[in-house]
């Protein structure tokens, strides 16, 4: 091979690495591209910004993809999943758990009201768990449309009562009376009554759920009594079922 061959296809060879060097420098890596399209999907489901705090690929143990990011206008610790899925026909479809976020603070609003007609002072926590939700929740699902009885949509209440305004009061009679409204609401999920020594409702939080059971027992007047309202609208309360008339 003579010089001037060589030294052409030298020369060939360095503008074709430029060229694949400066295509990967341009082109997003796969999972930023992924990223991008689950926060485009969630702000034209709910209409605001988010921020991603972490992305997973699909692997052999989980046949999706995981990202956890948060609304904008809120913090880290409003953090929820997205997964993506990629199907067979060649879609990639789109689920996430913002929906109970969003809808939090409307749901203990309403939850709040059912307590109120019991009891004058007390403080509500509800959540709704990890993972995702139906696709079809959105910013524009009325209320009274989240229940389906094809899907679950359950909530985790937690109600601490101050011991005054709970004095000469039945803990299960007014957790049943709660259960009724959340039934003719369709509100499915479970409410947790806590009765709170007067002089420690001030700091009582939900975190107060996390100390040891010595530490409880400083907070806590008597044991919790819960209530569930199940998935078929039943309420559950101990071993007894009462279901929704019609």
Known sequence: MNPWTKSFILGLLTLIMVWGVSGCMNKKPNHETTIDRMIAHLEEKYGEEFVPLSFNSSNWAYGYDSLYAYPKKGSEKDNFE????????????????????????????????????????????????????????????????????????????????????????????????????????????SVRLYVVFDERFETVSIDSLDLTPIQKRDYFIRERKNINVTKSLGIVNYEEEVQMDG
């Open 82 to 189: 997205v997964r993506g899925t990629k199907k067979k026909e060649g879609t990639y479809a789109i689920h996430d758990g913002y929906f109970g976020i969003f809808i939090k603070p409307q749901y203990e609003k309403v939850m709040s009201g059912f307590v109120s007609e019991i009891y004058d002072e007390f403080k509500l926590y509800t959540n709704f768990g990890d993972g995702v939700l139906p696709d079809r929740l959105n910013k524009d699902t009325p209320f009274e449309e989240i229940y389906d009885k094809d899907e679950l949509f359950s909530s985790d209440t937690v109600v601490f009562v101050k011991e005054a305004s709970a004095k000469g009061i039945d803990d299960g009679e007014s957790l049943h009376k709660i259960a009724v409204q959340m039934q003719a609401k369709k509100m499915v999920g």
